[in-house]
Nanobody, 114 residues
Framework: VQLQASGGGLVQAGGSLRLSCETS????????MGWYRQAPGSTRDLIAT???????HYADSVKGRFTITRDTAKNAVYLQMNNVRPDDTAVYYC?????????WGQGTLVTVSS
């Protein structure tokens, strides 16, 4: 299963970062896609969902700051992260919504410094 997230790194609070996730056409065309994140010592939580053909929706913690988009031509999903905060520090993953594909992939680490 291909769920390759990339684009993480170290960013200062208030800055921006764009995450990318490439997947297969089979997965992308059949599912709502989402971004999940897991902070140290915490559970892996869904933070943004891009359904097929309808508006995206977000967890309250990222609403108004993060934007999820789908690129049908590339079978990719993106997460634009603006005005990041130290509590956004986590490993970010992509998967379908609900997350029915395994393995999840390594994810991409985002570290926000204060």
């Amino acid at each position: 299963v291909q769920l390759q997230a990339s684009g993480g790194g170290l960013v200062q609070a208030g800055g921006s970062l764009r995450l990318s996730c490439e997947t297969s056409e089979r997965i992308f065309s059949a599912n709502a896609m989402g971004w999940y994140r897991q902070a140290p010592g915490s559970t892996r939580d869904l933070i943004a969902t891009a359904p097929r053909g309808s508006l995206p929706h977000y967890a309250d913690s990222v609403k108004g700051r993060f934007t999820i988009t789908r690129d049908t031509a590339k079978n990719a999903v993106y997460l634009q992260m603006n005005n990041v905060r130290p509590d956004d520090t986590a490993v970010y993953y992509c998967n379908a919504v609900p997350p029915k594909y395994t393995p999840w992939g390594q994810g991409t680490l985002v570290t926000v410094s204060s």
